[in-house]
């Protein structure tokens, strides 16, 4: 039933998706070792851009704007860029709240980013339904994790989530990414053993297949 509603959304929103090309097959641009050394992966992200999300429920393109927040906005292009995010589960998923990805497949991988933190920055656009931001415990702590706001959450305006983006295709295929574990997934485990536990013990995660910088 869940692969039928997919389908009938996908093609409801295919003339939307046709602003951007079909997702490519992407060749892994970096050696394991670039991702193991964040301080490797610096640089001025373009003032726009766009990011493919090809995930397992459908695809979703994301307008970057650097003026938002340029901190997160260069991260997001170089983790992007090195395929940090491709094989990212969709661990948080809450509905009408978020959908969160970011930690790393690979626990060495996660564990080389533990401690690259961004800079502070403040919320020049809100957390309104699409908006992208980079997740924190606090705001001197986000390295790699991200949500997709599925709902109005301007109550995290004034907190220093600062939205950096927003999907500019169907937010109806976000919304299909599985939900069924909420807040469940124990993501200090997935820090730990990565992938590797998530598809022993949670295997209907959604995730992206691969995430690429579509256009400047």
């Known amino acids: ?19 951007a090309p079909a997702a490519p097959a992407v060749a892994r641009q970096a050696p394991p070792a670039d ?10 992200a373009p003032a726009s851009y766009r990011v493919m999300l090809d995930m397992s429920v459908g695809r979703a393109v994301v307008q970057v704007h650097r003026d938002w927040a340029p ?12 395929h940090f995010y491709d094989g990212c589960r969709f661990f948080r998923v809450v509905p009408n709240f ?5 930690i790393h497949p690979d626990p060495a991988v996660s564990a080389a980013w533990a401690h690259a933190t961004l800079p502070v920055e403040r919320a020049r656009q809100s957390n309104t339904r699409g908006r992208v931001s980079f997740a924190m415990a606090s705001p001197e702590t986000r390295t790699t994790q991200v ?24 937010m109806i295929i976000v919304d299909f990414v599985f939900s069924g574990y909420g807040e469940g997934p124990d993501q200090a485990r997935i820090q730990a053993e990565g992938n590797a536990y998530l598809l022993r013990e949670l295997p209907a995660l959604d995730y992206i297949r691969t995430a690429a910088i579509i256009a400047p």
Request: aromatic letters at 8%; proline letters at 4%; charged letters at 15%.
């Open 147 to 170: 949500f997709i706001n599925l709902g109005d959450n301007s109550k995290l305006d004034p907190d220093g989530f600062a939205p950096f983006g927003e999907v500019v295709t169907s």
């Open 71 to 82: 901190h997160a906005a260069d991260r997001f292009y170089a983790l992007v860029r090195h």
């Open 35 to 44: 991702l193991l050394t964040p301080a490797a992966l610096t640089g001025t």
């Open 1 to 19: 039933m869940r692969s039928r509603r997919a389908a009938v959304a996908a093609a409801g929103v295919a003339a939307l998706l046709a602003l």
């Open 98 to 102: 978020v959908a969160q990805f970011g």
